[in-house]
C-alpha cells in the first residue's frame, strides 16, 4: 500500500533528491523504490536522479514519481564495485568523468533547490556527497554494504571511511553490521551521526503456512538472490544433494540471475548440479519478478551467503511470507533470525550443517511452522518499510532542525 500518493501535496514541501548510480531491479534499489513510494509526499517531495537507465527507471515513472536520468560515462558507472582499487579511480580519464559529472550534479541540486540528497549506492555516495559539499546541501550516505575488505578491495575500504568524515554526511547503515564496518569515533561532530535503519519491506496479507509432509510429498526448497559466488549457490546445492539422497521425492529452486557479469559461476554450478545428479530435483528459475508468489509456494527458504550479508532482506520477504528460514549467520543476518525463534542459522561455507537444518525442518514440520509464524510476526513488527519510511523522514526532520 502506497502512502499518500496522488493526495495533493502543497508545494512548499522540502525536496529529498534521491541519488542511485544503478537503476537495476536489485536489492538495494528496490529498497530504494519501496522508501520513495512509501514516504510522506504531504511533507517531503522526492525526486530520483539515477545514472543510468533500466528497470528502476520505468517502474519508478509508472509509480507517479518525479525521476531523472544524468547518464554517467558507463566506464564509471559499470565498474563492478568489487574490482575498484586506488589506481581505477585516479585514472585521469576517470577523474575527468568524475569531476564533469559532480559539477553537472551540484547544478541540478540548485537548480531542483534540493533540501536534503540521499544517496542510495557506493557511487552516488562519493560523487553526490561531492556535489552536495559544491552546492551546500545536506548529504544523507545510506550505506547498504559493509564496508570491509573481505567485501570490497582495501583502497575502496579506506577511500569510503575517509570520504564520509572528509565530506561530513549523515550516514544510515541497513544493519549495526554495515554500522561497524564504518570504524567512526565515539565522538563524532554532530553531523556525522549513524544510525541504524533496517530495510523495509512492502506487508501483504498472511500467505498459507508451510506443510511439511514428511515422505509424502514434493515440496520445493528454495533459495533468492542474484547468482554470485558470495550468495553461496553452490553450498547450497551441496546441501541439495546431502538432503535428496534422505529425501529423495524434494525438490529444490534457485531462484535470480547473474547481475553483474557472473556467468562464469553460473556454469560451474549447473556443472556441479549435474555431476550431483541433481537435473530432475532441481529447477533454475532464472530472474522472477513474482518472488512473494514463489515464496508462498516454498516449503523451506534457504539463504546462503558465504562472507557477511550487509542485510539479507529477501530474507525478511521469506518470514513475511510464514517459511521457516534457514540462514547463513554472518553480517546483518542474525539481526533478522534469532535463531531458534524466527528461523535457523548455521555457520558460513557449511554445507553439512545448511543440509542438517534443512533435515531437522522436514522431520519437524510442527517446529517449521511455529518457526515460520514467528517470522512472520517479527518480520511484521520490525521490517516493514511504513516503520523504516517514518525512521527515515525523522533523519529528515533532525537534518533540517539543525539548518
Ligand atoms: N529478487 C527478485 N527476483 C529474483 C531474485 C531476487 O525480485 O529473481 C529480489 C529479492 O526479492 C530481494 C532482492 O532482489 O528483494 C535482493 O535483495 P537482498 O538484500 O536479499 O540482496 P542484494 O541483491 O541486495 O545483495
Redesign the pocket.
Same mark, same amino acid.
Do not use: K
Given at each position: 500500500m502506497k502512502r499518500r500518493i496522488g493526495a495533493q501535496p502543497p508545494t512548499t514541501r522540502p525536496t529529498i533528491l534521491f541519488l542511485d548510480h544503478s537503476a537495476q531491479? =536489485? &536489492? &538495494?534499489e +528496490?529498497s530504494l523504490f519501496n522508501l520513495v513510494t512509501h514516504l510522506n509526499q504531504e511533507k517531503w517531495k522526492p525526486l530520483v536522479v539515477l545514472f543510468e537507465d533500466g528497470p528502476l527507471y520505468s517502474k519508478l515513472l509508472e509509480a507517479g514519481i518525479e525521476t531523472k536520468l544524468i547518464l554517467l560515462d558507463p566506464r564509471v558507472s559499470k565498474k563492478r564495485k568489487d574490482t575498484l582499487g586506488a589506481k581505477s579511480v585516479l585514472r585521469l580519464r576517470e577523474l575527468r568523468v568524475i569531476c564533469r559529472f559532480c559539477y553537472r550534479l551540484a547544478r541540478l541540486m540548485r537548480r531542483e533547490k534540493a533540501t536534503i540528497v540521499h544517496c542510495n549506492s557506493l557511487k552516488a555516495d562519493i560523487l553526490g556527497g561531492i556535489a552536495g559539499k559544491m552546492a551546500r546541501v545536506p548529504v544523507i550516505w545510506h550505506v547498504r554494504d559493509r564496508i570491509a575488505d573481505d567485501y570490497l578491495p582495501r583502497p575502496v575500504v579506506f577511500g569510503f571511511r575517509w570520504a564520509a568524515r572528509l565530506l561530513g554526511v549523515t550516514v544510515i547503515a541497513v544493519s549495526n553490521a554495515v554500522g561497524k564496518t564504518l570504524h567512526f569515533p565515539q565522538t563524532t561532530q554532530p553531523s556525522l551521526f549513524k544510525k541504524v535503519i533496517y530495510n523495509g519491506v512492502v506487508v501483504h496479507d498472511g500467505l498459507s503456512s508451510p506443510h511439511l509432509l514428511k515422505g509424502e510429498t514434493t515440496a520445493t526448497i528454495g533459495m533468492? &538472490? !542474484?547468482i554470485s559466488p558470495w550468495k553461496g549457490q553452490h553450498i547450497f546445492i551441496e546441501a541439495a544433494a546431502r538432503v535428496h539422497q534422505r529425501f529423495p521425492q524434494y525438490h529444490f529452486q534457485i +531462484? *535470480? =540471475?547473474t547481475l553483474f557479469g557472473e556467468e562464469e559461476y553460473e556454469k560451474q554450478i549447473r556443472a556441479q548440479a549435474v555431476q550431483l545428479e541433481l537435473e530432475n530435483v532441481l529447477e533454475w528459475t532464472g #530472474? !522472477? *519478478?513474482d +518472488?512473494n508468489q514463489l515464496l508462498h509456494e516454498m516449503e523451506v527458504f534457504v539463504h546462503a551467503s558465504t562472507t557477511g550479508e550487509p #542485510? &539479507?532482506?529477501?530474507i525478511v520477504?521469506a518470514m513475511l511470507a510464514g517459511k521457516p528460514v534457514v540462514a547463513t549467520n554472518g553480517g546483518g543476518v542474525p539481526e533478522i533470525v534469532q535463531e531458534g525463534q524466527t528461523g535457523l542459522l548455521v555457520p558460513m561455507n557449511d554445507a553439512q550443517s545448511m543440509a542438517e537444518a534443512i533435515i531437522w525442518l522436514i522431520e519437524n514440520p510442527e517446529k517449521g511452522r511455529q518457526l515460520g509464524q514467528a517470522g512472520r510476526a517479527r518480520a511484521l513488527e520490525h521490517f516493514s518499510i511504513q516503520k523504516t519510511a517514518e525512521k527515515i523522514e525523522g533523519i529528515y526532520s533532525e537534518l533540517l532542525k539543525d539548518r
Open positions: 531491479w =536489485s &536489492g &538495494g +528496490i533468492v &538472490g !542474484r +531462484i *535470480g =540471475s #530472474f !522472477r *519478478g +518472488i #542485510f &539479507g532482506q529477501v520477504e
